[in-house]
């Protein structure tokens, strides 16, 4: 079975730091993108960023470039979101997901990934 488990969201103040984690099973995990994405109640769901294991490119969205870095950790099958100087506009449940489809400009938009895993909140205060 496909599976995916986020991990690692909590409450930190302004400035703080958090590492989600998302680990998968049931795929080939050097044959899928896995994104980051985020969403808070009345609007869409967001991407953040985007590790092709494919080809090794990673993608941003522009609110995070320069503070958050996704990685992958091959020996556990996981990918992992390091977000430094967090702050209150970043709150928002977090959520990975993966798909075996080719993944460029549309990185970002959740229709193109096939499976999701349960969020994790992330609130930051101010």
């Known amino acids: 079975d496909v599976q995916l488990q986020a991990s690692g969201g909590g409450l930190v103040e302004a400035g703080g730091s958090l590492r989600l984690s998302c680990a998968v099973s049931?795929?080939?995990?050097?044959?899928?993108?896995i994104g980051w994405f985020r969403q808070v109640p009345g609007k869409e769901r967001a991407g953040v960023a985007c590790i092709n294991n494919l080809d090794g490119k990673i993608y941003y969205a522009d609110s995070v470039k320069g503070r958050f870095t996704i990685s992958r950790d091959n020996a556990k099958n996981t990918v992992n979101l390091q977000m430094n100087s967090l702050k209150p506009e970043d709150t928002a449940v977090y959520y990975c997901a993966a798909t075996s489809r080719i993944l460029t400009t549309n990185w970002g938009r959740p229709e193109w990934y096939d499976y999701w895993g349960q969020g994790t909140q992330v609130t930051v205060s101010s």
């Open positions: 049931g795929f080939n995990f050097d044959e899928i993108a």
